[in-house]
């Protein structure tokens, strides 16, 4: 069996943990347990973290257990958060938990014909058979105010003057209880988290001993951040999700690619199961070679073939090649709308009917009155750039600004306009 915890060590994935793990997780199968908020209807990349963690924990032949908070998320974590969080309905968590499952069956074997065979648990169906008075008089009696009090998640929020709601502050308890529950009835006895959740598993270890008096272990990775001290997982436009429908894989896949070299030898242990002889080796090229970008090109591929499929990779790249490289008419062709769309996202467009476009003869007629204003002031303006060779429609250079106009529409209904090197436009044909 390998080490997990050598493996997350040289992965620069290893914070903190408690004495004799390691002693633990040598002695043969162990169980282990990581919690996912479901807040959403989708993980986002900040979220990878800990599905890799228990990719690796499964690898190393032990069986992970993925529990989504369907009680926790009613209520919101307050770990390091500077204010509460509005609270969900249970329709709402039950769509996000169902779609967080889907998610997670992409990265961790689910297949019932392995011994190790992960495992998805909600901890509403537990929580929800609780009455209030069940739960502190059978739970909360066990761990002091104090204790909870000196947690720096807690004492972080008093400080700050934001206050804590009885609501959030009860959250650890009932984290607490979530390992106590799986420890008690599927022999999970590990939890794995992000470090700042390091005060919450604790909690739960402590229940452990005092209500069950058992051993229990915790093993947290740290919280990733970005080179330039900006937070990790996010763009100009927001959160990128795993959800292809919030995040296209063109965007997620450019997101990998734009990473910068420093985070790139970072993010290559931590989000791809690439060997260390393997990355080594990567960075060995990519050093010799740096404008090659061999890293970034690599974790793109690996985290998006992971997350989607090869066949979205291979779309991603070839939209990529389309905005920054040379390709041709074919190419452009091939993409679907969703990713031409989101290639030229932001790139100035002008609608015309479908008897305009029938109306249009030679290339110069389509730089007439219809698209006047938006890609040339003018037909003079026009000829003169395509008589020099600056123009292209679908990435075909146009000569001849009286010659016959035959470019075909893309999707059905788009044109793409190149005026120079770096200038695109879209013509929208509508109905």
Same mark, same amino acid.
């Given at each position: 069996?390998?080490?997990?915890?050598?493996?997350?060590?040289?992965?620069?994935?290893?914070?903190?943990?408690?004495?004799?793990?390691?002693?633990?997780?040598?002695?043969?199968? #162990?169980?282990?347990?990581?919690?996912?908020?479901?807040?959403?209807?989708?993980?986002?990349?900040?979220? %990878?973290?800990?599905?890799?963690?228990?990719?690796?924990?499964?690898?190393?032949?032990?069986?992970?257990?993925?529990?989504?908070?369907? #009680?926790?998320?009613?209520?919101?974590?307050?770990?390091?958060?500077?204010?509460?969080?509005?609270?969900?309905?249970?329709?709402?968590?039950?769509?996000?938990?169902?779609?967080?499952?889907?998610?997670?069956?992409?990265?961790?074997?689910?297949?019932?014909?392995?011994?190790?065979?992960?495992?998805?648990?909600?901890?509403?169906?537990?929580?929800?058979?609780?009455?209030?008075?069940?739960?502190?008089?059978?739970?909360?009696?066990?761990?002091?105010?104090?204790?909870?009090?000196?947690?720096?998640?807690?004492?972080?929020?008093?400080?700050?003057?934001?206050?804590?709601?009885?609501?959030?502050?009860?959250?650890?308890?009932?984290?607490?209880?979530?390992?106590?529950?799986?420890?008690?009835?599927?022999?999970?006895?590990?939890?794995?988290?992000?470090?700042?959740?390091?005060?919450?598993?604790?909690?739960?270890?402590?229940?452990?001993?005092?209500?069950?008096?058992?051993?229990?272990?915790? *093993?947290?990775?740290?919280?990733?951040?970005?080179?330039?001290?900006?937070?990790?997982?996010?763009?100009?436009?927001?959160?990128?999700?795993?959800?292809?429908?919030?995040?296209?894989?063109?965007?997620?896949?450019?997101?990998?690619?734009?990473?910068?070299?420093?985070?790139?030898?970072?993010?290559?242990?931590?989000?791809?199961?690439?060997?260390?002889?393997?990355?080594?080796?990567?960075?060995?090229?990519?050093?010799?070679?740096?404008? *090659?970008?061999?890293?970034?090109?690599?974790?793109?591929?690996?985290?998006?073939?992971?997350?989607?499929?090869?066949?979205?990779?291979?779309?991603?790249?070839?939209?990529?090649?389309? %905005?920054?490289?040379?390709?041709?008419?074919?190419?452009?062709?091939?993409?679907?709308?969703?990713?031409?769309?989101?290639?030229?996202?932001?790139?100035?467009?002008?609608?015309?009917?479908?008897?305009?476009?029938?109306?249009?003869?030679?290339?110069?007629?389509?730089?007439?009155?219809?698209?006047?204003?938006?890609?040339?002031?003018?037909?003079?303006?026009?000829?003169?750039?395509?008589?020099?060779?600056?123009?292209?429609?679908?990435?075909?250079?146009?000569?001849?600004?009286?010659?016959?106009?035959?470019?075909? %529409? %893309?999707?059905?209904?788009?044109?793409?306009?190149?005026?120079?090197?770096?200038?695109?436009?879209?013509?929208?044909?509508?109905?």
């Amino acid at each position: 069996m390998n080490s997990f915890i050598e493996e997350l060590r040289w992965r620069g994935m290893l914070q903190d943990m408690t004495p004799e793990i390691d002693e633990h997780l040598n002695k043969g199968m #162990a169980a282990a347990y990581l919690g996912f908020d479901p807040t959403a209807d989708s993980l986002h990349i900040g979220h %990878l973290v800990g599905v890799m963690t228990l990719l690796h924990f499964q690898r190393a032949g032990h069986k992970p257990f993925a529990l989504v908070g369907g #009680a926790t998320g009613m209520i919101g974590d307050p770990s390091f958060k500077s204010a509460e969080r509005n609270l969900l309905d249970k329709k709402t968590l039950d769509h996000n938990v169902n779609c967080i499952q889907n998610q997670l069956s992409k990265f961790l074997d689910f297949s019932s014909e392995t011994t190790n065979k992960a495992e998805l648990v909600n901890n509403y169906d537990w929580m929800s058979q609780f009455s209030f008075l069940d739960f502190i008089r059978d739970v909360g009696k066990h761990i002091t105010v104090n204790y909870m009090m000196a947690k720096d998640s807690v004492k972080r929020r008093l400080e700050d003057g934001n206050g804590l709601s009885f609501t959030e502050f009860s959250y650890q308890l009932i984290q607490g209880y979530d390992f106590y529950h799986l420890w008690k009835n599927k022999n999970c006895t590990v939890q794995l988290g992000g470090s700042d959740q390091w005060g919450n598993i604790v909690t739960g270890t402590e229940l452990i001993r005092r209500m069950g008096g058992g051993s229990a272990f915790a *093993l947290t990775v740290p919280l990733i951040t970005k080179a330039d001290g900006s937070k990790f997982g996010k763009t100009e436009s927001g959160s990128v999700w795993l959800d292809p429908e919030k995040t296209s894989p063109y965007a997620f896949y450019q997101f990998w690619l734009n990473v910068s070299d420093e985070d790139a030898s970072k993010y290559i242990r931590i989000f791809t199961i690439l060997d260390r002889e393997t990355i080594e080796n990567l960075e060995k090229s990519h050093q010799e070679a740096p404008h *090659l970008r061999i890293l970034q090109h690599e974790i793109a591929k690996q985290v998006t073939i992971m997350v989607h499929s090869e066949e979205d990779y291979l779309m991603a790249q070839k939209a990529s090649q389309i %905005l920054f490289g040379k390709s041709s008419t074919e190419d452009l062709a091939t993409l679907d709308e969703r990713t031409f769309l989101q290639v030229f996202e932001g790139v100035p467009q002008v609608k015309i009917t479908e008897a305009q476009f029938g109306e249009i003869s030679t290339v110069l007629d389509l730089f007439g009155e219809m698209t006047q204003g938006v890609i040339f002031s003018s037909k003079g303006e026009a000829r003169k750039l395509i008589q020099g060779g600056g123009l292209s429609i679908n990435k075909e250079k146009q000569t001849d600004p009286n010659g016959a106009f035959n470019s075909q %529409l %893309l999707q059905g209904k788009y044109l793409l306009i190149q005026k120079g090197k770096k200038n695109y436009y879209i013509v929208e044909v509508t109905k």
